[in-house]
């Protein structure tokens, strides 16, 4: 997490919150001997404790201290429901009138919308709450402070969890330009404001703005110790390129992230394989299918030594195996990575699940290219049904399955129904990326 217990504390203490200690803060001290402990059962009882104490004495800032540490310890323990539970009582039991309360309120704010953005994963929930800190730091006098241009941001992450990168653009220019006036703000924290401006740019083709902001970012942090931000950036200015086709630069810039992060954990399955993979790919888009193939086999030996920490990535993988060996003629086999993968996807996350509905779009994409365009109807009804299901927010991907069913429609013939799902992918496309996008040009294809 961002945040922890032992921040909050620094900060408690170098405000003086320990230096007359009431009850609320022996309370309070007792709550993180617990968590030093590693008792949280008994560390939230006692910030609890210290709470109540607080509340009746009406000291608000200590009140909220409190309960940002029981918030961020329910986060920490992936309770969603309880971390906004205690925040949304908190907010009720401040009054919003001075100054002082409003930017209280706005800090309860942002823990809420961190909640719904990490935790229990409802971005537009996460949206309003940032919006609503916003509102309480223009109210309390501080609009155009560094506070307020963490909320921008955060909302800005939000907006892009949507896909929606015209408003996440918006947001992070806001922010820069108050970082900007203040003229204080640590490098490596203005980069990664950078790096958010540059991912929603190249999701909106705007290529040139996207590496504009990228390389700056990235020559803030270039004085800095060596650190994942640049292995982050190397990847992102290789994905800018490789979206435009230029892949011998994509892959250069690859190659230099995938330096930095041996440099900095070695041949590991999160950091290492994660540049393994995009130099993968950027072999295979290039059409480099035995280089392709051999960096993914190196990325699935040391998977089978230590799996990577998020398991979802291992479906991407599979398929992007398969395709490869695809290209090399090798259909049987990559059947059988197609087979592996689903069974993989079913058992690691279960029926109806994300994964199992990437891999019916994925198997969409294959009988489609060998003219099985029945069953490609099949898969991608298949994928899109699991996403209904499971509330899948409609971004660009679920726009690729509404196209690839209008174009499996359209090689049989049926063109009115062709029409209409081309017309659902074009308006998601244009509420997503704007008018101009290539994706709605080809959406009508």
């Known amino acids: 997490m961002i945040r922890s217990i032992l921040v909050v504390v620094a900060v408690c203490m170098t405000s003086g919150f320990l230096s007359a200690q009431s009850k609320g803060d022996a309370y309070f001290q007792e709550g993180k001997n617990w968590l030093d402990k590693g008792n949280n059962e008994k560390a939230i009882k006692a910030f609890q404790s210290a709470r109540a104490e607080h509340l009746k004495t009406q000291n608000y800032y200590r009140y909220y201290i409190a309960t940002d540490a029981i918030a961020i310890m329910y986060q920490t323990l992936n309770n969603g429901q309880a971390a906004e539970q205690i925040v949304n009582e908190t907010m009720a039991n401040i009054p919003a009138t ?56 955060n909302r800005s992450i939000a907006y892009q969890e949507l896909s929606q990168f015209q408003l996440s653009v918006n947001d992070v220019l806001k922010a820069i330009a108050i970082h900007e006036k203040e003229g204080d703000t640590p490098p490596d924290e203005l980069s990664s404001n950078y790096y958010t401006l540059g ?28 650190s994942e931000n640049h292995a982050l950036f190397y990847a992102a200015i290789g994905d800018c390129y490789s ?50 193939l051999l960096t993914y086999q190196e990325v699935l030996t040391i998977y089978q030594k230590i799996p990577p920490t998020k398991l979802e990535n291992i479906i991407p993988l599979m398929m992007s195996v398969s395709n490869t060996m695809r290209g090399l003629g090798r259909t049987d086999q990559a059947i059988t ?3 592996q993968a689903m069974l993989f996807a079913t058992t690691a996350f279960g029926k109806n699940s994300q994964q199992e509905a990437e891999m019916y779009y994925h198997l969409g994409v294959v009988a489609y290219n060998r003219g099985e365009y029945d069953k490609s109807l099949a898969y991608n009804f298949k994928a899109q049904s699991i996403l209904d299901a499971t509330g899948y927010v409609k971004d660009g991907y679920y726009g690729g399955i509404l196209e690839a069913i209008g174009m499996a429609y359209q090689e049989l013939r049926t063109i009115d129904q062709s029409l209409i799902y081309k017309q659902q992918a074009k308006e998601l496309y244009q509420q997503l990326f704007g008018v101009n996008h290539a994706y709605v040009a080809a959406a009508l294809g």
């Open 243 to 292: 979206a435009q086709n230029k892949n011998q630069l994509a892959l250069r810039n690859y190659e230099s992230g995938k330096a930095v992060m041996e440099e900095l954990y070695g041949k590991d399955a999160d950091h290492y394989c994660a540049m393994l993979t995009l130099i993968g790919d950027a072999h295979k888009k290039m059409g480099d299918w035995e280089r392709a």
């Open 199 to 226: 991912f929603a740019y190249t999701q909106l083709q705007e290529f040139d703005k996207a590496l504009t902001a990228l390389q700056k970012g990235n020559e803030l942090i270039q004085s800095l110790p060596k």
């Open 98 to 153: 001075t100054f002082e309360q409003l930017e209280l309120h706005a800090k309860l704010k942002d823990n809420l919308g961190y909640t719904y953005l990490t935790v229990t994963g409802e971005p537009e929930k996460a949206i309003d709450a940032y919006s609503q800190a916003i509102t309480f730091y223009e109210r309390a006098g501080k609009g155009g402070t560094k506070s307020a241009a963490l909320e921008l941001i």
């Open 337 to 339: 990575v197609d087979e």
